[in-house]
Structures are given as structure tokens and as C-alpha cells.
């Protein structure tokens, strides 16, 4: 076998640093992004701190060391003034009106929209029009102090001298029209904004279009009485900016022959406004246009796999539902149509390593079977007393073989070596059967194309928040999950702690696989893929010891997971065959890499969306959280109806999302990028508290044990080196 490579470490910080980055994404997109335009145009206050100079004076406003002042437009000039853009649908339409009818503009964009389009703004600078400052968000100025002031026309600027080369210093503030409907807090962000050397341009004409009172109406506002200058303002953006469009082919031929001159506000006005922009700014505002693209693009993408991953767990939930109706149905046709199988000898192989807290429990029930049974328990190197157990209770028919240690597949092969019966049972060391176990586990081999039966586990400690976390888990996988792959006849597993086997089918295939780590996942498919029948039993139960902590749960699901991708990996294969491999490798395969692999991977990127959400959008996000909860719970009380349990644990599904649900999302992703790393993990055996029986004591008996008929005496072995099959 390979050497052991280290488990990658550094893994963990890239995730982290990949969930902060994307948490900043989504937080840059739900916060900053989609509040563009979002609040309400603000209703006039008082204005009797707004001097009458500037409210009688010109447009432009700004200051001469001593105070505002204000500068008109020449008489005859008209600035034609666009808000709110650039608008991928809009702008486009805007700019062809004005490259008819050679017109210069200047365009106020909002830095949110201009960092999205990119190419729009370039546009308009490389068309000859000015290029202004519409704050990033679309925020009212007057409701917010200096520092935000400062953030969003900076962001603004950066953003728009990456894309024009030229650092604007020209501003609309949002909300605002003309001089005289200042008032008090809007006079104060004016002050603010010439303070740091802006310049404010109001309008005289406001086409109020984003109202959409019809082309006439905006034709008629944007057309002066008179021959003074004047500053007309529309949009381009923010909504449905068709009747702007159109009133544009009527109002500027109209005012072209009254002759007028369309000239943009440095030009008009005579004042600088803009200059060249250094490197640093057009790197800087590079960097803001793509973050924002970025988020964008990360929101856009969330919602996609927010409603992939909701149609596909409905899908799940009716294909378990739909396929648990069939099995049901087929199971009620049991000893009707099915035939039985006679009654014959079965081995139960036991690979045991430091099980002493549980072994005795184990072989008791296993000998209290109603079935004919043989016990073989394979001691792979216990450092504790499990051999000396096993010897002390002198049980009849129980064979102790004991081997250096080499992992749970070479013992269960060193087992089979000694097997004299046709059907094996294997379980774990710490599992304890019912007494109809075994006789109910064996009875589809009457069909002499089954080679493997899945029994039914259950958690015997299921006390605590952790164990009914775990026992709602194994309820509902075996009844619902194995039903489904019964049905569809594509059993990617046999699971450990109880299993039936054909002799000649491990045969067949060489015993049990020892080179990947979910050797029952691995044996299982090599069994289909031999043709092999694999199915299900629900009513052979047996009772297994769940990890007790979450360190536990961890290193079991870690193995398990990492076995299972290389065991789907090691029998891609499949994909290509006919028969039972054919239905495992395109059935099964892509429902394990779906809703095992790819899936768990991409969780916590939608468990951070939705979290998100509930901030955002508390409506929405509540009520996906709620259908989430409804599409686990409905399967899990179908799940324990079926199997006859209490449904009082199922209050804990609620919780699962908090704990449970990341912890398992974790493990895949640390299994995955494990097996891209390419390093092997080694076998993690968990400690074992003797709590199998915990729910079901009658099974856990201390009395003496009378042997069925035909079992043999207890023979001791050392074995040397572990017998392999085949």
C-alpha cells in the first residue's frame, strides 16, 4: 500500500479566507449594490439658513474662499444634463440620440452603475461628453455627515476615472432640482461638497421624467421660454427611461432650430471641471469597478444555486417518497409471492480492535439469534483486553482469531478465510442484534441472484442533542435513502455494523477491498458491478454506538466520506457498463456525487446567502428557511413511521442547521480537497463507551446463552500475518 501522506492543513485557512471574501462580496451586493435608488425622495424642509444669494443665483454653485457663490449659464447655451445612468438598456439609446444630432451632454452616474458598466461611462467620454458625480449609492447627501459624503463621491470619482482617465469634480447630488429648492440640510452637503473643492450643478429645467408623465409633457419641460441659458435635467437611469428617449428626438432638433447650442457645463460655465487622473486613482477605481462586478456576479450567482439546490431537493424529497411507496408495497408482498429461504447455518464475522467495552454484549445477542449461527471474531490487534474477554466468557460457538494488527477489511478477509458457511453476516464489534436479526437478514438470499443484503442500523445512544442529531440521520438514510437505491437496484452500500454476504460472491471478487477506507462502500460496488444483486431488509435490525462528540463524529464522517469518493472514483467505470454496474454507475454515482458530494460543497456558500438574507429580506429568507424545514421534515416522519419510532426527537431537525448540518458540510469539503491533494488518510478507529444497547437493554442480556443446535466449540488461533481471499 501507499504511504501515508499528511492531511493538507494550509486547506483551512483558504477556506476561510474565501468564505471572508465572499460574506464581503455578498455583503458589498445586499448593502451597498441593491440599495441603489432604494429610498424616497426626501420632502423639503426648512430654508431659512439658505442665503438669497445662492437661492436667486445660477445653477452651478461654489466658492470664492469666502463663501458659496453661484455662476448662470450664458443666454443661448443649453445643458443638457443625464442622472442616475449608466443603464445597459437605456444609455445606449440615450447617446445614439445625441451622436444623430451632434450634441454634447454631461452624464452624472452613480458610482454602482458606473463600476458595472464600464464601457458605457468610456463611452461617453470617448463621445465627447462630461462625465459627473452622482454620489456611489444614490444617497441623500443632506441626511448623512462629512465622512459618508467623502466615501461616496471618492468611490464615485475612482470608479470613473478608471474608465474616462479624468478625476471629475462636478456633482448632482441625488434628490436635488434647482438653486431655490434648497433647504436647510440640503445647503449644509452643499457646503460640504464645495468645502473639499467640488463643484455643484443644479438644473433650471427638471423634466421630472422619472415620473413617466408622457413624451409631451417632458418635451415641454425641457424646453426654455425663454433664450436665457438653461440646465435641463433628465435620466437615463433608474428605471423605464423610454418616454426620455423619445421626447429626446423631439426636444433637441426643436431647440437646434430655435437656436439654441448644446454645450456641456465646463464649457458653458468656463470652469474646470476635471483633471487628469493619476495612476494610483485609475488602479484604484479599476479595483472598485471590479469588486463590485464581482459581488454582483456572487449575488446573481446565489440566488442560481439558491433555486438549483431548492428544485433539487424537492426532487430528492418526491423521488423518496415516490420510490418508499414501491418498496413498502413490494415488502407487503413478503411471503406471499416471495419464496423463502430454507434454514441454514450462517457465520457472523466480528473484526474487532479494543472492543471490550461492547464485544460481550455483541456475541450475546448474536448468539441469541433464532437463526442457526457461527461466530468468528477476528481480534486485528486490540491494545486493550478484548481477546481476553471474548476467551473469559467461553461462549459456545465462538471462534477467536487473533492477528497483528492491519485494518477492519484484512480482518474481515482473515475471517473469511475460515468461513464454512455459504451466507456470512458481518458486524461490527460494537453492535447488538435483535433476535430475528440475522434469520431476517438471510432470507432474500432464496433468490440466487442477491449477493448482498444492507440490514437496518440504528443508534442505540441516541440520548443528547448529538445523538438524536445522528439517529434522525440514520433513520431516515436507511429507511428512505436504501428503499430508494433498493428500488432503483443501485445500493452503493452495505453498511458495516450489519450486513449479509454470498460466500461465493466475496469470493468472486477477491474478499474485501483494502485499499480505500469505506470498504463496505467499495465491496458493495465491486458486487454490483460483478452482477450481483444488492438490496435491502428493513426489518434485519441491529443496534450500533454512534460517536458521542463532535471530535468523534468528526474523524467517523471524515473516513467515511474520503472512502466513499475514492470508492466512487475507483468504480467510475460503471458508468460504461450494462446491467447492475451500469445502474450503479448511472444512477447511483451521480445521485452520490450530487447529493453527497457537490451539493454539501456549495452549502455553506448558501447557508451564508440565506443567513444574509434574513437581514436583508426577512420575509423571503424566513420562508425559505421554513420550506427547507419542511422538505427534511416531511421524509422524516415518513421515515419514523415506517420504522415505528416516537416522533418527539424530530423537534431537533430545527436545530440541525446551527451545528450539525455545518459540521458534515465540512467533512465533505475536507475530504474532497484531501483527495485532490492527494494524501490517505489512516484508519481512525472511534472509542467505544459499550452504549450500542442503550435503547434496546432486553437485547443486552448478562444471562447464560444456550447455542442453536449445530454451532461449534470456541477455538482460539493466532494468526501471524492477515489471510487475504482469493
Not at 465 to 485: A, S, T
Amino acid at each position: 500500500m501507499r504511504a501515508h501522506l499528511p492531511s493538507p492543513r494550509a486547506h483551512w485557512l483558504l477556506l476561510a479566507l474565501s468564505l471572508v471574501v465572499l460574506l464581503g462580496f455578498l455583503l458589498l451586493d445586499l448593502l451597498v449594490v441593491q440599495k441603489v435608488g432604494q429610498g424616497e425622495a426626501p420632502s423639503a424642509g426648512p430654508a431659512d439658513l439658505v442665503p438669497e444669494s445662492v437661492r436667486a443665483g445660477g445653477p452651478l454653485i461654489g466658492s470664492d474662499g469666502n463663501g458659496l457663490t453661484s455662476r448662470a449659464v450664458p443666454d443661448g447655451a443649453v445643458v443638457l444634463t443625464f442622472d442616475d445612468g449608466p443603464d445597459p438598456v437605456w444609455t445606449p439609446q440615450v447617446l445614439d440620440v445625441l451622436r444623430r444630432n451632434g450634441v454634447k451632454a454631461t452624464f452624472f452616474v452613480t458610482g454602482v452603475a458606473a463600476a458595472r458598466h464600464p464601457d458605457l461611462v468610456e463611452r461617453m467620454a470617448d463621445e465627447g461628453h462630461e462625465v459627473g458625480l452622482h454620489t456611489f449609492t444614490h444617497v441623500d447627501l443632506g441626511k448623512v455627515g462629512a465622512t459618508r459624503t467623502s466615501v461616496e463621491l471618492g468611490q464615485t470619482q475612482l470608479v470613473v476615472a478608471s474608465s474616462t482617465g479624468r478625476a471629475s469634480t462636478l456633482v448632482r447630488p441625488p434628490y436635488s432640482s434647482s438653486a431655490e429648492a434648497l433647504d436647510n440640510e440640503d445647503l449644509a452637503s452643499v457646503e460640504r461638497m464645495v468645502g473639499s473643492g467640488h463643484l455643484v450643478l443644479l438644473s433650471t429645467h427638471d423634466t421630472e421624467d422619472w415620473r413617466n408623465p408622457g413624451v409631451d409633457a417632458i418635451v415641454a419641460a425641457a424646453t426654455p421660454a425663454d433664450h436665457r441659458g438653461a440646465v435641463v435635467l433628465a435620466h437615463d437611469g433608474g428605471g423605464d427611461r423610454g418616454q426620455t428617449v423619445a421626447a429626446l428626438e423631439t426636444v433637441i432638433p426643436k431647440l437646434l432650430d430655435q437656436g439654441r447650442q448644446f454645450r456641456t457645463a465646463s464649457d458653458a460655465l468656463g470652469v474646470p471641471v476635471a483633471r487628469s487622473a493619476t495612476f494610483v486613482e485609475q488602479a484604484e477605481g479599476t479595483a472598485v469597478s471590479l469588486a463590485v462586478r464581482a459581488a454582483a456576479a456572487t449575488t446573481e450567482l446565489m440566488l442560481w444555486l439558491v433555486v438549483v439546490s431548492s428544485v433539487l431537493a424537492m426532487l430528492r424529497a418526491v423521488l423518496l417518497l415516490v420510490t418508499t411507496g414501491i418498496h413498502a408495497r413490494r415488502a407487503r408482498m413478503v411471503g406471499k409471492h416471495v419464496r423463502r429461504l430454507p434454514p441454514q447455518p450462517v457465520t457472523v464475522l466480528v473484526p474487532a480492535y479494543n472492543e471490550e467495552a461492547g464485544i460481550e454484549a455483541t456475541l450475546r445477542t448474536i448468539l441469541a439469534s433464532t437463526a442457526e449461527v457461527r461466530v468468528i471474531v477476528v481480534d486485528d490487534g486490540s491494545t486493550d483486553r478484548t481477546s481476553e474477554v471474548v476467551r473469559s466468557l467461553d461462549l459456545p460457538g465462538v471462534t477467536l482469531i487473533r492477528q497483528a494488527n492491519a485494518g477492519k477489511a484484512a480482518a474481515l478477509n482473515t475471517g473469511l478465510k475460515h468461513c464454512r458457511t455459504e451466507l456470512v453476516v458481518m458486524v461490527d464489534g460494537d453492535t447488538v442484534l435483535e433476535p430475528d436479526t440475522v434469520a431476517e437478514l438471510v432470507q432474500p438470499f432464496a433468490d440466487p441472484d442477491v449477493g448482498a443484503v444492507s440490514g437496518n442500523a440504528k443508534v442505540g445512544n441516541r440520548d443528547g442533542l448529538l445523538g438524536r442529531w445522528q439517529h434522525i440521520e440514520y433513520v431516515i438514510g436507511f429507511n428512505l435513502d436504501r428503499r430508494m437505491y433498493d428500488v432503483m437496484e443501485c445500493m452503493p452500500t452495505v453498511p458495516g455494523a450489519v450486513g449479509g454476504f454470498r460466500l461465493s460472491a466475496l469470493q468472486q471478487v477477491g474478499g474485501v477491498p483494502e485499499d480505500t477506507l469505506a470498504e463496505d462502500t467499495d465491496l458493495t460496488m465491486a458486487l454490483e458491478r460483478a452482477g450481483w444483486a444488492v438490496t435491502y431488509r428493513e426489518t434485519a435490525r441491529a443496534w450500533t454506538e454512534a460517536p458521542a462528540t463532535l471530535g468523534q463524529l468528526w474523524r467517523q464522517r471524515y473516513r467515511w466520506c474520503y472512502g466513499t469518493l475514492q470508492a466512487m472514483w475507483k468504480h467510475r467505470g460503471a458508468l460504461f457498463e450494462r446491467g447492475l454496474g451500469g445502474r450503479l454507475g448511472r444512477r447511483g454515482l451521480p445521485y452520490l456525487a450530487l447529493y453527497q458530494v457537490v451539493l454539501p460543497v456549495l452549502a455553506p456558500v448558501i447557508d451564508v446567502f440565506a443567513v444574509l438574507s434574513l437581514f436583508t429580506d426577512p420575509l423571503r429568507g424566513a420562508a425559505a428557511w421554513l420550506g427547507f424545514l419542511v422538505l427534511q421534515l416531511v421524509p422524516a416522519v415518513i421515515a419514523f413511521r415506517l420504522d415505528r419510532e416516537s416522533l418527539r426527537p424530530l423537534w431537533a431537525v430545527a436545530l440541525q442547521p446551527v451545528v450539525y448540518r455545518q459540521l458534515m458540510y465540512l467533512v465533505v469539503i475536507q475530504s474532497v480537497i484531501t483527495a485532490i491533494a492527494g494524501a490517505r488518510l489512516p484508519w481512525q478507529k472511534l472509542k467505544r463507551t459499550g452504549t450500542a444497547a442503550q435503547h434496546a437493554p432486553e437485547l443486552a442480556r448478562e444471562a447464560e446463552v444456550t447455542a442453536p443446535l449445530g454451532n461449534v466449540r470456541r477455538v482460539e488461533e493466532e494468526v501471524t500475518k492477515p489471510l487475504r481471499i482469493g
